[in-house]
């Protein structure tokens, strides 16, 4: 897993995005490319969505993350590997740093996990 660092969309970048919650509202939270560098074209790229709320879900589900103004998150969070919101380019409200190879790589084992139970 590599990406160019200043690529403004690359895999493992972070975003804040308004999404559609799971009651249809919609709230601005951080979302994590998972699409591999060199596969995005444009704006066309997947994302996994982060919350503070994982504990309402299997841990199988999430990968816990550290916080910091850095990377464009907050607090402390979990990326909520079976939440793959659609994300349009007028839906980004920031742009994020990088997420480390350590936790990236975890987030495409739990995608990978996801993709074979299903």
């Known amino acids: 897993m590599s990406f160019p660092p200043r690529a403004k969309y690359c895999q493992g970048r972070i975003l804040q995005a308004k999404i559609v919650e799971p009651r249809g509202e919609y709230k601005e939270r951080p979302v994590i490319i998972v699409t591999p560098t060199l596969e995005i074209q444009g704006f066309s790229f997947q994302v996994v969505a ?67 139970r299903s």
Do not use: H
């Open 50 to 116: 982060c919350t503070t709320q994982a504990e309402k879900y299997p841990s199988s589900y999430y990968v816990p993350l550290p916080g910091g103004k850095f990377l464009g998150i907050s607090s402390d969070c979990d990326a909520l590997c079976d939440w793959m919101p659609s994300v349009r380019e007028n839906d980004i409200t920031g742009i994020g740093g990088i997420l480390s190879p350590k936790y990236m790589r975890q987030i495409i084992e739990k995608l990978r996990e996801l993709k074979e």
